[in-house]
C-alpha cells in the first residue's frame, strides 16, 4: 500500500476558535482531544523556554502498543487506549499524571490486526465519566474512578455506521450534560446522555455521508451554537439544540477526511485534507434560519493542505504542519496566504503539535525529534530542540497538563516536565 495511503491515525484534526460549547476545563486539565477548549491551546503558563542539554526531564516512560492513541488529562491521571497482541484484547487505561502508575485498565477481548496500527482516537474524560470509540466503532462509557464501564453503543449495529478505512479516528465531544459522535449511516450526529447513554437527540443523514475519521468540533456561526464536521464530502454544520441539520459546504476529499473544520470567526470555516485535496475558506451565513455558505478563496492541491493535523488559530493566523512540500511547519494569513514556513530549518512530516505559553510543540514524524518555536507571525524561530522520541510514524497529538507533556510513538507513551518545578 502506498505509504501515503496510511497517514490516517487518530482522531484526526480539527479546531475551533472562537465560541467552543463546553464549559472550559481549568487551565492545568487537557480533558479531551485538543484539550478543553478543542482548539489545540493550552492556557498554561510558566513554560521552560529552554532545555537542558538532552531535553526535558523524563518523569515516566510506559510501552504501548502499535497505534496512534494519545493521552486525555484531568485532576491527575491519565487515560489512553491501548491493544494487548499475546491475547487480543482492546484496552482503555488510567495512569497517575506524577508517575505513570496504573489506576487501572479495562479489557475486552476484540480481534483487530494491524492495519498501520490499531488504535488512534482519544478518549473524552470530565473526572466522573471516561468515554472511548475503540477501532471497531464501539462506543464505551466508563467510571473514571474504577474503570468500570456503565453503558456501551454498537455504532455499526444500532446506526448503520461503516468503520472507515484504517479503523476509527475520530475522537468524542464531551460537554456539560451530553456526549457526541459522528455516527454516519442512519444519523450524522448523535448527542448522548452521559450518564445514561440515552438519545439526546440524533440529526438527520438524508445523503448517508459516512463517518470520517475528523472529530466534532463546537463553534457559533450565524449566532448559533452548532457542530461542525468533515465527511469526504464537504463540511457539515448540526444545530447544538437540537441535531437538525444547518447547512452543508460541498467539497470533494480524496480518499479520507481526517482535520476537522477549523472556524476563524462567526462566519468563516476552513476545511482542509490530504491526498491532493487542496483546501478552501468558506462564509456561513444565517438569512433569518435559512443557513447558506459561499466559498471565499480555495487552495489548489499543489499550492497548500494540511494532510492529518487540523491547524491552531492564533493571532489570526492558521499554523498548521502542511504540504506545499510536505511537512513544513506553516504560518498563513487569514486570506491564505502563505507568511513563513520552517523550510531549510526542519521538516515535521505528518507530526503533531500544540500551543501554550506563547510556544509551539512540535514534533517530528520521521523522528520523533521534539521542537520548542516561537509563536510568531513574523518568521519560523526555534526556542529549543530535543530528541525524546523514535521514529517513524510519530503522529499521535500531545497532551498538557500541570506543566507534564505526555507524547508517544509506535512504541511507547513518555512523560515530559517542560513546566517549572515548584
Not at 65 to 88: E, K, L, M, R
Not at 172 to 182: G, M, S
Not at 251 to 262: G, I, M, Q, T
Amino acid at each position: 500500500m502506498n505509504r501515503l495511503n496510511l497517514f490516517l491515525l487518530f482522531c484526526a484534526v480539527p479546531a475551533v476558535a472562537f465560541a467552543a460549547l463546553a464549559a472550559p476545563a481549568p487551565a492545568d486539565d487537557w480533558p479531551q482531544f485538543r484539550g478543553p477548549n478543542r482548539d489545540g491551546i493550552s492556557k498554561e503558563t510558566g513554560l521552560l523556554r529552554a532545555w537542558p542539554e538532552g531535553g526535558p526531564e523524563v518523569l515516566w516512560t510506559l510501552p504501548v502498543n502499535q497505534g496512534y492513541a494519545a493521552a486525555a488529562i484531568h485532576g491527575g491521571s491519565v487515560y489512553f487506549h491501548d491493544y494487548d497482541s499475546a491475547t487480543s484484547e482492546w484496552l482503555a487505561k488510567a495512569v497517575t499524571l506524577d508517575g505513570g502508575e496504573e489506576l487501572w485498565t479495562y479489557r475486552e477481548v476484540r480481534r483487530i490486526l494491524p492495519n498501520h496500527g490499531i488504535t488512534r482516537t482519544v478518549p473524552a474524560v470530565d473526572g466522573k465519566y471516561v468515554f472511548s470509540l475503540d477501532p471497531k466503532a464501539t462506543f464505551h462509557a466508563f467510571d473514571a474512578a474504577s474503570g468500570k464501564e456503565l453503558w456501551r453503543k454498537n455504532l455499526v449495529q444500532e446506526y448503520g455506521a461503516k468503520i472507515p478505512p484504517w479503523y476509527n479516528g475520530q475522537c468524542p465531544l464531551i460537554e456539560d450534560d451530553r456526549v457526541l459522535i459522528a455516527t454516519g449511516g442512519e444519523a450524522l450526529v448523535v448527542a448522548f446522555d452521559k450518564a445514561t447513554g440515552d438519545e439526546i437527540w440524533r440529526s438527520p443523514n438524508p445523503e448517508a455521508w459516512p463517518m470520517s475519521h475528523a472529530s466534532l468540533m463546537p463553534a457559533k456561526l450565524g449566532g448559533v451554537d452548532q457542530y461542525l464536521y468533515a465527511t469526504l464530502f464537504g463540511a457539515h454544520g448540526v444545530a447544538a439544540a437540537d441535531g437538525e441539520l444547518l447547512w452543508h459546504f460541498p467539497f470533494k476529499f480524496n480518499v479520507s477526511a481526517s482535520p476537522s473544520p477549523l472556524a476563524l470567526d462567526a462566519e468563516r470555516v476552513y476545511v482542509t485534507a490530504g491526498y491532493d485535496s487542496g483546501g478552501a475558506m468558506f462564509r456561513v451565513t444565517n438569512g433569518g434560519g435559512a443557513f447558506e455558505t459561499e466559498q471565499v478563496f480555495a487552495h489548489a492541491a499543489d499550492e497548500w493542505n494540511s494532510e492529518v493535523q487540523t491547524p491552531i488559530l492564533h493571532e489570526g493566523h492558521m499554523f498548521a504542519v502542511g504540504k506545499k512540500r510536505r511537512g513544513l511547519f506553516t504560518c498563513l494569513d487569514s486570506d491564505g496566504k502563505q507568511v513563513w514556513t520552517s523550510d531549510g530549518q526542519a521538516s515535521f512530516g505528518l507530526g503533531s503539535f500544540l500551543l501554550a505559553d506563547g510556544m509551539f510543540f512540535i514534533l517530528e514524524g520521521k523522528t520523533g525529534m521534539l521542537r520548542l518555536v516561537e509563536a510568531s507571525t513574523e518568521a519560523y524561530r526555534e526556542l529549543a530542540s530535543a530528541q525524546v522520541l523514535g521514529g517513524h510514524d510519530v503522529w499521535a497529538p500531545l497532551a498538557l497538563s500541570d506543566g507534564k507533556l505526555v507524547i508517544r510513538d509506535l512504541e511507547k507513551m513518555v512523560c515530559l516536565q517542560v513546566g517549572k518545578e515548584g
